[in-house]
Structures are given as C-alpha cells and as structure tokens.
C-alpha cells in the first residue's frame, strides 16, 4: 500500500460530488511556515527531515522556498522580517504531520532529525491506527513524523469514532527494530506526504462550524476532551482542533509559524460545491479558479485547490 492510498484512495471518490461533504478523495497539500531566519530553517528541514530545497522567489522583502523530497512539495519557507516569534498559546499550528510509507522510511526521518542539534524531540505514541513521533523544529513549530496502520486494523466505537489513543512508544527499539543503513542513506528520495494537520483554536464548537459544516470535513473523533478530529473518505483525520494550549485565544496576530493550510480536491465541481456552502453562510472567500481561499475564526488561512500542488504551484500559493 502507497502513502497516497492510506491516506485517500482507500475510499474512492464518488463520481457524483455531495453537497455538504468533501470528496473521499481529499487530501493535504504542503504547508506554508513563516520564518523568521530561512537558512537556519531551510537547513533544519533538510537535515532533520531529509527534505531537497526545491525552488524559491523573491516577493519584495519575502523569500518564498519550497522543500520536499522527490518532486513533492511538503513545506514552503517564507522570510517574513520583523515579525514576533511563534507563540503556543494563541490560535495557530499544533503540528504539521509527515506521513510516511512504511516503518522503515519513518524509522530513518526520526533517525535524522534525532541526531540534528536543533531538533527536540517532544515524544513517540502509539495511536492505534499509527505509530508517531514528535518533534519542535528551532522556531517553535510542531511536527509529527508517522506511519499508519492498515486501515483493516483499525477499530471503531459503537457510535462510529475511530478508536485513538495515547500509548507510550518505545523509541530505541522501534529504531532498533526497523531502522537499516540503506534506508537512512537514501531517506530524502523516499516518499513523504501531508498526512494532516493539527491546529490549536479558541474553542471547539466553533472550529467545528468551520472546518465540518462550512469546509465540509466528517467528525471522526469527538468524544476526546478539548479537541475534534476531522476527516474525508473515513481517513482517521486530515485536519484536527485542539484548545488543550489556546483555549479562549482570540483571533491571531500577525507572527512568525504557520502561514497557510492547503487541502487538495479531485475536480473544479468539488470547489463549486464548497463555494455553495459558503455562499450560504455569508462566508468571505476568493477564488482563482484553481483554489478557494478563507481564513478560519481566528485567522489562519485554509486553501482548497484541485490536485496535489506543483512546487510552482505552491510557490504562488
């Protein structure tokens, strides 16, 4: 099984689009970090997470840089200046989530962003559906390196939530179990996707106004105290809203982390039918005829385009 079909292609897109859900087909796209030092970024993600830069261009007093292994974008670096560092307790990103394809390929990204000195490494889990690892990259943003389970593992409640957990995972011997010499030579030019990404907001309810009845995600897990998770096609979640941090925040200042979530659709009709629910809701939006753009409650901006982003793509996003 490839990384794309864990994530997507286990539930095939219905040919006809649903007006109040996102196609089983969805996905996620390379998220957009600002930064306040590139090269030290730019550096750490190649290092520690076995990226190539890809591409950049100069936007005034902005440097806008793509890395990404292969010809897959996952991570777009912008230079903003003057801009306050990354604060934990205000709206804004919990992680960015790597998805890799096996245990081998996760096994050699943690080994590299382990032994890079500008790595902290917060913890491992097991979730149930996946095995992860975490880490804070220099300036303060989230990430999770993780591999799922196959989705015949996975269990459900009574009511339908798919059954997560928080379960201490061994690190030394998941690395002693799957982790070879040749995979960790040749750890950048093995696949890697946006599996999801986890947001912290100011309150639940209302996040999942936006990103379930407006943007059009299911609920996959509701029950866990201070955070939703949500999904399309009954992947365990693309996208999550936590307050365990932010609880209250109000509407983000302009700072250094994330500057863009980007989720990918099958066709043009998906992006009419998302416009048709915000058009109901009064909500505002541009749209380019590639992508629709919005901002959430408290600011973040989500961007919704057709297909998986060319690093072109994602340099104009």
Not at 157 to 181: C, K, Q, W
Not at 297 to 313: C, F, Y
Request: hydrophobic share 40%; glycine share 8%.
């Amino acid at each position: 099984m490839t990384v794309t079909e864990n994530t997507t292609a286990s539930a095939t897109a219905s040919p006809v689009v649903n007006d109040t859900l996102l196609s089983a087909a969805t996905g996620m796209d390379a998220v957009t970090l600002r930064v306040g030092d590139l090269e030290k970024m730019s550096t750490y993600y190649s290092n520690a997470l076995a990226m190539e830069p890809l591409e950049e261009v100069e936007r005034g007093n902005e440097i806008h840089r793509v890395l990404g292994r292969g010809t897959t974008p996952l991570v777009k670096l912008v230079a903003t200046p003057n801009l306050p560092g990354v604060d934990r307790t205000q709206a804004g990103l919990f992680h960015t989530a790597f998805l890799f394809e096996n245990q081998a390929s996760l096994a050699a990204t943690v080994a590299h962003a382990a032994q890079n000195t500008n790595s902290q490494f917060v913890g491992s889990s097991d979730h149930l559906v996946s095995e992860a690892f975490y880490f804070t990259d220099p300036e303060g943003n989230g990430i999770e390196l993780y591999v799922d389970r196959d989705r015949s593992e996975w269990k459900h409640s009574a009511d339908g939530e798919v059954r997560m957990d928080t379960i201490y995972l061994d690190p030394n011997a998941f690395l002693a179990e799957h982790l070879d010499e040749q995979t960790l030579s040749q750890a950048n030019t093995l696949p890697g996707i946006i599996g999801h990404v986890h947001l912290q907001v100011g309150d639940v309810p209302t996040a999942r106004k936006f990103y379930v009845d407006a943007l059009g995600f299911e609920p996959t897990l509701a029950s866990m105290p201070g955070v939703l998770f949500a999904s399309a096609g009954a992947y365990h979640h693309h996208v999550a809203m936590n307050t365990w941090n932010s609880r209250g925040a109000g509407p983000r200042a302009a700072s250094l982390g994330l500057g863009d979530v980007a989720i990918t659709v099958p066709g043009r009709e998906d992006l009419d039918a998302l416009v048709a629910r915000l058009k109901a809701r009064k909500m505002d939006f541009a749209d380019d005829g590639r992508s629709v753009r919005l901002s959430d409650p408290w600011g973040t901006q989500v961007t919704l385009g057709i297909g998986t982003s060319t690093t072109d793509q994602t340099l104009t996003r």
